[in-house]
């Protein structure tokens, strides 16, 4: 069914840059970068995720990590730090940059960090950088790894998308190809060609070729394609709302399948996959992927499910919950997943608690990264580099702790403190003020 993947990617690209569902990340060549736009002026301090205990049938009480998320002044996320708690694992950190494209802005690399504990650095482990055209889709993604010897970045392959326009600036054809730079060979291409009725902005058949060495070959075709729900530039409304699949044999074009979507109301949908059956001539349910939202436009509910003989099956579920607070900021975040292990259903999956200021809202992330964290009782954390003015620190019922510190330091000689989590808050010469969360814990090596 990866062709039939493509065939939906392509389609997206083709109609909009913002092709941004893992939905349709299934195809290899095709990750967009993403384009920053319509921002929420909310957003987190941290974010704490619990993992699913499948013995107690619960969260763990305790969480597995900690993410800091940190904003520039256009809400652009900037660094994301991952803590890991005790037997979690190095921390992380995630640094993004990004390039003005026309008036919005657009992410252009992800360079991604482990951190040492014996050097007390930040390691590179990999990075991606994108490139893109004239009409904002991606040309090239390309990917890096961290050569510790030269300590620089490596390149190791390129994802390369090249695009043809006809006269009306519409997408006529796309060629995906991906090379390895280490044997500087072409490790897959693959070609999509985009037909269109009359003046119609969006296609209305797509045919894929694939290359067998010498040239490209027909393979897979997308065709009586819909656009019942129209076309607007919203992905969530650009969804066509059927289309068929059919897959080349010699010289005859056998049919493969086909996907219809349902609205449920307002921005509810549900889609439909159907594989065609050769031998009942029949088509078949294999998945379904629902999608609901509340009043104001955010997605509190997405469920995908695989289908055989005409029955869900419950043992193989995603499901992603969200809940949202007045000023639609995002409070929590499940993702559970269901799963057969040794004839056994087996339930696993996380919960993410977003955490704002003590005012409950921030329009810029004020959070603080120190180390190490997790940490051992009366000894040092450090902090960012910065001109700490005051430094308050509460264990997690409210009490104050007293640490001694002085103004200018970076570095907080923590006393005799029992294990649990505590709240470093911080106040720099503009008044601007930080927290972070600690954990304090025995088990330290």
Not at 99 to 108: C, Q, Y
Not at 130 to 146: E, K, M, V
Not at 327 to 340: F, G, K, P
Not at 343 to 349: E, L, T, V
Request: some cysteine.
């Amino acid at each position: 069914m990866k062709k039939v993947f493509l065939i939906l990617t392509a389609l997206f690209i083709s109609c909009t840059a913002m092709a941004q569902w893992n939905f349709f990340h299934t195809h290899r060549a095709l990750k967009p970068s993403v384009l920053v736009q319509n921002k929420n002026t909310i957003y987190p301090d941290s974010i704490e995720r619990s993992n699913y205990n499948i013995i107690t049938g619960s969260y763990e009480q305790s969480p597995s990590s900690t993410q800091y998320p940190q904003y520039d002044g256009q809400g652009n996320l900037i660094s994301e730090e991952t803590v890991n708690h005790a037997g979690g694992g190095n921390n992380t950190k995630v640094v993004y940059t990004y390039a003005a494209f026309g008036a919005d802005t657009r992410l252009k690399s992800r360079s991604q960090f482990t951190w040492d504990n014996l050097s007390s650095t930040w390691l590179g482990t990999n990075k991606t950088s994108y490139l893109w055209d004239r009409f904002g889709n991606d040309s090239a993604i390309q990917n890096y790894s961290y050569d510790t010897g030269n300590q620089n970045w490596k390149l190791g392959s390129v994802d390369i998308t090249s695009y043809m326009y006809d006269l009306q600036n519409r997408t006529s054809q796309i060629t995906y190809a991906e090379y390895n730079a280490g044997t500087q060979t072409y490790s897959y291409q693959e070609r999509v060609h985009f037909y269109y009725q009359g003046t119609d902005s969006v296609p209305s058949l797509l045919v894929i070729e694939d290359y067998d060495g010498s040239k490209f070959v027909e393979s897979y075709k997308a065709d009586n394609l819909k656009w019942g729900m129209g076309y607007t530039g919203n992905l969530d409304s650009n969804l066509p709302t059927y289309w068929m699949t059919y897959m080349k044999n010699g010289t005859v074009w056998d049919t493969a399948g086909l996907d219809s979507v349902t609205m449920l109301g307002g921005k509810d949908y549900q889609q439909f996959s159907y594989a065609y059956d050769t031998v009942s001539h029949q088509f078949d349910l294999t998945y379904t992927s629902k999608l609901l939202y509340d009043a104001v436009g955010n997605q509190i509910y997405s469920e995908d499910v695989d289908w055989f003989n005409g029955v869900a099956d419950t043992g193989y579920v995603s499901i992603d919950l969200y809940q949202y607070g007045t000023s639609n900021e995002v409070l929590t975040h499940e993702s559970i997943d269901y799963s057969y292990s040794s004839g056994n259903k087996i339930r696993s999956g996380y919960k993410d608690v977003y955490y704002y200021d003590h005012t409950g809202l921030t329009t810029i992330s004020n959070n603080l990264a120190v180390y190490p964290n997790p940490c051992r009782s009366s000894s040092i954390v450090n902090l960012p580099e910065g001109k700490w003015k005051n430094m308050e620190m509460f264990s997690i019922d409210g009490k104050k702790v007293d640490t001694g510190f002085s103004q200018g330091s970076t570095s907080v000689n923590l006393p005799s403190l029992k294990d649990g989590i505590y709240l470093i808050q911080v106040e720099d010469e503009n008044g601007n003020r930080f927290q972070a969360k600690i954990q304090v814990t025995s088990g330290m090596n």
